[in-house]
């Protein structure tokens, strides 16, 4: 028996997306979901927030490229080739565009989860990125996909590692949906206060008390009776970001400083872009991207991280709670100050000048008290989420290897190593 086997050996399909055009209807505002080569990642995740839309007869005009769950989604081109994700039952329906291949594993023959661990084993990785560096459009064919050499384990066995490996996926699945719960709490508390003013407006309709799990009888005094000529509670400001930050543009990191783990986190003009040993900002940090298709997008780290060139720092005035400026900058409608089309940028200068309510100390202070909890059990399930994958990535080559058996590996996911 080989060591080996040719993945098209384990495959009903491979296949490729199909990138809509007029004739086909093009891209909706909503639908289907289109997942496109951006929304996968080395790490096996798929990020919705990055999918785009096609209308259902779209759709079904191309069909052949309609997704399954189960698939395996495997970015083919470009920047990010390799990069692959399993499509599931909440991503459906779904189609993708002709940078993504659609792998679609014969169940009787291998776990389709098994499969996207193989595709995403560091190693693996190395290989078909090395072999087309030299490429001035880095790409993998159909045909090459099918020969990727895949270990020949029993199919129990196969179940038995993806099980192991997936069960440290899916607690980092349930982290990322807890976050996103605590930041759906957070932006709901911040629309309540300072966009809505409901507080104010429940005073000025008698509806007292004023039924919101932050706001204890001592604070309700804190807030205006009445909205002002503008709209906004008596007594409160807008006033620009410059009041209470200083913006500074990033400083490039070189590549080979920039790596998939480490104790320092680089953010980019998309956000995190992996990890390195030096820093450049520290403390509560606030990074923004600066230049790139997802730029006027805000992001924090507490502790020591690198800002690079593609993004900028916002370090808060001292008395300044980062906690409330992260929040309130997030509710900027940054599309009215980005320039450019095919390179969007923001300036520092424009940032700087956009204005937000400051409703004064007191207030500010008893909503950072607030919100300062939700943003630290995030930062907790993110720093549980980085300690898991580090360890799924220990394990993983060493299983495909057989350096490592399954119940060695349990134990040590058992022990926290």
Known sequence: MSDFVPLADLCLK???GTTPNAKDGGFADSGVNYIKSESLTYSGSIDATKFAFISEE???RLKRSIIQNGDVLYSIAGANLGKCGIARRDHLPANTNQAVAIIRVDEQRASHRFISFCLRNPSFVQSVLGGVAQSAQPNVNLAEIGRFRIPNLPLPEQHAI???LGALDDKIELNRKMNA?????ARALFRDWFVN???TRAKMEGRTPYLSPYLSPDLWSLFPDRLDAEGKPEGWEVRPVGDFAELKGGKQLEKEHIADAGPVPVFGGAGLMGYTTNHNADGFVISVGRVGAYC????????????NNNASLIRPNAGVSGEWLLIALRHIDMDVIKKGAAQPFVSN???????????GDAIISAFSDALVSLIRKAEANKAESRTLAQTRDLLLPRLMSGELRVVEAERLTSEGT
């Open 197 to 199: 003013f409901g507080p």
């Open 58 to 60: 779209t759709n079904q």
């Open 296 to 307: 006027g997008q805000f992001f924090s780290h507490r502790g020591k991280a690198w800002i």
């Open 14 to 16: 491979i296949t490729k």
């Open 162 to 164: 993806a099980a192991t």
């Open 181 to 185: 719960t605590l930041e759906a709490m």
């Open 349 to 359: 200068g424009d940032i700087a000048k956009v204005g937000i309510v400051w409703p």
